[in-house]
């Protein structure tokens, strides 16, 4: 089968639609079908290699090196019908409204609902809305997304399929306690991401013994946040900036705990949430994450973000082994669902609904029990061979103006 993937947001930042997105096609690729993404911008292969990291080469194909509003998005977004088309996909999958005439089977995925300000934000909703009641599907990626479709779009609940966000499990290791570091992971600095909340935590935790890992920019709020903290843990908060998506992952199987004080009008299916039940490390998070991820006492501790409550709920977790071990088993056994393998099945189930014999949006029968699919990649080529019909020279390129 022939597959785009697609975004307008800039691929080489490692938020977690571009972490979803290379989890999906490195997962249909391994399933033996052509893959390619075509993304609104695309800075550099280099950023995308050490920010995203993926095993495999991915066929990219950029409608621009520097991001595109207005008048020029929507004319690079007209060019890529005819490089989408030429592609003769069998299915499209959107991650964000890309409302384009295109063939074969078109899936629009909701991947949050945060509101548009400014002055396009009506026009914004107006299309996002046009575009999801004229494609072939609507999937909403968490259970609280698919609830507020629903209202949004007055469409029946069964016309808005909720399928998961899904990650690469083969990337993520998981380590046993006696592995981990007394430290605590705050993954990303963007303002709904409220690392402030955390690194307060960490001051009423107030314990020089634990570590605090901070990425992402290092921004104003943050430095200001760690400049308030007691002189005696001021120096145990590391803030590493934008790491390598490896050295993340790394992070994520080597902390004893998460935190996740996150901030969405709609809980989301956070994927820096999911790198962290994907290492069995267990999240002490907010309730704005969706319970598909974070269940209390199963996975992790659900808490306001509140500096006493947080720092309560992390010395729990960084304190009691047998709590830590509890937790860390519950996340193990959370992330089946969100196997890149498994979630890949169902999405190509909406091309071909007699192929598979599952429900669509519930997992394939039997695939909980056996794991990841062993790669079924003949050779190299398979890798790059979408990009053959584009005149491309690699496996990461820039659509022509």
Request: proline share 5%; with cysteine; net charge positive.
């Amino acid at each position: 089968m022939r597959i785009v993937l697609t975004r307008r947001e800039p691929l080489d930042s490692p938020d977690g639609v571009s972490i979803f997105i290379v989890a999906l096609a490195q997962a249909l690729l391994e399933l033996g079908h052509q893959v390619q993404i075509v993304v609104g911008t695309f800075e550099s292969r280099a950023k995308f290699q050490r920010l995203l990291s993926p095993r495999l080469e991915l066929p990219i194909i950029g409608l621009s090196r520097t991001p595109l509003t207005g008048p020029a998005s929507v004319a690079a977004w007209l060019r890529a019908i005819g490089i989408i088309n030429r592609f003769r996909p069998d299915l499209v999958i959107h991650s964000e409204t890309v409302p384009l005439p295109l063939r074969g089977t078109i899936v629009q995925i909701v991947h949050d609902l945060e509101r548009r300000k400014g002055a396009l934000a009506a026009a914004w909703r107006a299309i996002r809305r046009a575009s999801m009641r004229h494609c072939h599907y609507v999937v909403a990626s968490t259970t609280e997304l698919q609830e507020e479709l629903v209202r949004d779009l007055g469409l029946p609940r069964d016309q808005i399929l909720k399928i998961p966000k899904c990650i690469d499990r083969q990337s993520y290791a998981s380590r046993g306690l006696a592995e981990r570091e007394r430290a605590i992971l705050h993954a990303g600095t963007s303002p709904y991401k409220v690392p402030e909340a955390t690194i307060r935590a960490f001051g009423a935790l107030n314990d020089a013994s634990v570590t605090l890992y901070v990425t992402g920019d290092i921004t104003s709020p943050v430095r200001e946040a760690v400049d308030a903290l007691p002189e005696a843990i001021r120096g145990h908060v590391v803030l590493l900036g934008m790491a390598e998506g490896a050295r993340v992952r790394e992070l994520h199987s080597r902390v004893r705990v998460a935190a996740f004080p996150t901030r969405y009008t709609v809980p989301v299916a956070s994927a820096t949430v999911m790198e962290a039940i994907a290492t069995g490390t267990p999240i002490v998070g907010s309730s704005r994450l969706s319970r598909d991820l974070l269940a209390d006492g199963v996975n992790g501790a659900v808490v306001e973000p509140q500096a006493e409550a947080m720092a309560a709920a992390l010395k729990a977790v960084l304190d009691d082994d047998d709590l830590w071990s509890r937790l860390s088993a519950g996340a193990r056994d959370r992330v089946r669902q969100f196997d890149a393998h498994s979630v890949a099945k169902q999405y190509l189930e909406l091309a071909n609904p007699s192929g598979l014999q599952s429900d669509i949006g519930i997992s394939v029968k039997g695939e909980e029990d056996k794991g990841i699919d062993e790669p079924r990649l003949a050779d190299r080529q398979r890798l790059v061979g979408p990009l053959a019909s584009h005149s491309l020279n690699a496996s990461y390129g820039w659509a022509g103006r």
